[in-house]
């Protein structure tokens, strides 16, 4: 089976580019509007941008395209580093395709998660039919089980422990009988004659204990199986957000070495949420630590975790003649312009950044604009009115309550924008896009550390020795061993939404 092919020099690669453009990964659009200046940018690239409506566009054109066609004039350097953005990033394109078509529809799921439910269980069915003593699964953060369902079911009918924190997941889990029809139930656990069984548990995975506890107490109480050899487990996860994906690995880590009960022979993870992640996940992997320290410094801390998430790719832009026409890219784009040009409008004091002392009549840090209507932002004097209500303020927010309104002009709330704020915002935008065209290489520096991370715990254990385990070109399954079984397979197809498709994956 296909998978990312990670060359030896690519973390580098990665990293010295996001060394390079971190001023821009750094200069948020808010702060950059309430400034009136771009720290990032250079005069020639605000110069461009600011000369113009919608050159964003052209930006995401040099993007999607296969050749090298510059629009509009578009300063060289600027050119070069949209396309390197796009070059840098790790492919998305899905390899597997499962045999089987999915279920079309199943009432009350979006097609989205049938999509990657279907997939990732054909997946995990193919990647563990060769084993010669079938495994156990235990898939973390199961949700809804929908996962968990589809593997505890035929084909695979493997036996499965669904994990997940939240007791409403795990009870709506058990509940949930109206998708992949599924044996009969005792107390639970459906009884295995060579065929599957599902069990669900609200556990919390922080530390290692936790997973193990849980691991151990399943097979004695639950399976009752007891055997001479350790029982062998894969572990599964699809989308598991924040720090939980980090603390499967670690856990992986803990428990390589020999265990009486249960032997780890593969991992099928799929993360997502990196804005959930706490700052200090970054690096897990001893190589990048190194590189960083070499070719740093770089932090990855809430911004670029927020832009991780990002996939301009995704934006649905291009039509094959060229013309780019996306509204709802539009759309989005105009709402964090307008967002900052609102905070411009506002007094320091209800700015979001900086440690302000609390108002009179908001509180910044807890009345956020949040989400308005779509139709809020057809202009910005609309807009002005839309977020005003919101935040309970007057068209003056200067004015002493009570007073007789003077409404300065720099913190005019109703007035549409001025040509200065035209230039501006029209530098925003693209500001904006092209710190979106940062978030593919940073989830991609993300991706590589945990692979090299597992990659790393594997070498150890195997060799019994601190090795540098700087992964070479994998193309063939010879070089999968050398890797340790690790590999990063793209599992969905973006098309229909999954945006999160990298799966992580290891196998004994
Ligand atoms: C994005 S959802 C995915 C749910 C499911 N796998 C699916 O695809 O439908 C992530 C799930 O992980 C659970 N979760 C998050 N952190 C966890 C932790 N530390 N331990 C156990 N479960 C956790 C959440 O409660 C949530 O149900």
Redesign the pocket.
């Known amino acids: 089976m296909y998978h990312v092919s990670v060359d030896q020099n690519y973390p580098r690669s990665l990293i010295q580019f996001l060394v390079e453009f971190n001023d821009i990964a750094l200069d948020h659009q808010i702060q950059a509007a309430t400034r009136g200046k771009f720290q990032s940018l250079p005069e020639s690239w605000i110069a461009w941008a600011s000369e113009a409506d919608d050159r964003w566009k052209d930006i995401m054109a040099v993007y999607v395209s296969d050749d090298d066609q510059v629009y509009n004039d578009m300063p060289a350097d600027l050119h070069r580093f949209i396309r390197d953005s796009a070059s840098i990033t790790l492919p998305r394109s899905p390899f597997f395709v499962p045999e089987d078509q999915a279920p079309a529809r199943v009432h009350g799921v979006s097609p989205k998660?049938i999509h990657?439910?279907w997939t990732m269980a054909s997946y995990i069915t193919a990647l563990l039919s060769t084993r010669s003593v079938k495994p156990i699964i235990v898939?973390?953060?199961?949700?809804?089980g929908?996962?968990s369902r589809a593997l505890s079911s035929s084909p695979g009918s493997f036996h499965v422990l669904a994990?997940?924190?939240?007791d409403s997941?795990t009870a709506g889990s058990i509940a949930r009988k109206d998708w992949i029809s599924m044996p009969e139930t005792v107390d639970n656990v459906e009884s295995s004659n060579g065929s599957g069984s599902l069990t669900q548990k609200t556990?919390?995975?922080?530390d290692a204990t936790s997973l193990k506890t849980a691991i151990e107490e399943w097979i004695r109480d639950d399976l009752q199986q007891q055997s001479q050899q350790p029982i062998p487990v894969v572990l599964v996860?699809?989308?598991?957000?924040?720090?939980?994906t980090p603390?499967i690995l670690r856990f992986v880590e803990q428990s390589l070495p020999q265990n009486d009960v249960f032997e780890l022979v593969g991992c099928v993870i799929v993360g997502?949420?990196y804005n959930m992640c706490n700052t200090t996940s970054f690096p897990l992997s001893r190589s990048v630590s190194i590189d960083l320290s070499h070719l740093g410094p770089l932090s990855l801390d809430t911004q670029h975790l927020h832009l991780a998430a990002q996939t301009p790719l995704t934006w649905d832009l291009a039509t094959p003649e060229g013309v780019l026409t996306s509204s709802s890219a539009a759309l989005a784009i105009r709402k964090v312009t307008y967002r900052s040009l609102l905070a411009r409008r506002l007094p320091a004091l209800y700015r979001p950044e900086g440690d302000l002392p609390m108002c009179s009549d908001v509180d910044w840090r807890q009345k956020r604009v949040g989400r308005l209507r779509d139709s809020a932002y057809r202009d910005f004097p609309t807009y002005l009115q839309a977020a005003r209500e919101k935040l309970g303020l007057k068209d003056n927010p200067m004015a002493p309550p009570g007073s007789p309104e003077e409404v300065k002009p720099e913190y005019d709330l109703s007035s549409d924008l001025n040509t200065g704020e035209v230039f501006l915002s029209r530098t925003l935008e693209v500001l904006y896009v092209l710190r979106c065209l940062l978030g593919p290489p940073v989830e991609s520096l993300i991706a590589v550390d945990r692979y090299l991370f597992l990659q790393e715990a594997i070498y150890n254990i195997v060799n019994g020795t601190d090795t540098d385990a700087t992964p070479t070109n994998q193309s063939s399954s010879e070089s999968d061993r050398a890797n340790g079984g690790v590999k990063l397979v793209n599992l969905f197809d973006q098309s229909t939404g999954s945006l999160r498709n990298l799966a992580l994956v290891w196998e004994r």
Request: aromatic share 6%; charged share 15%.
């Open positions: 998660k990657e439910v898939d973390i953060g199961a949700g809804q929908y996962l994990l997940d924190s939240n997941q556990v919390f995975i922080g996860g699809l989308h598991c957000c924040g720090d939980l603390a997502c949420c």
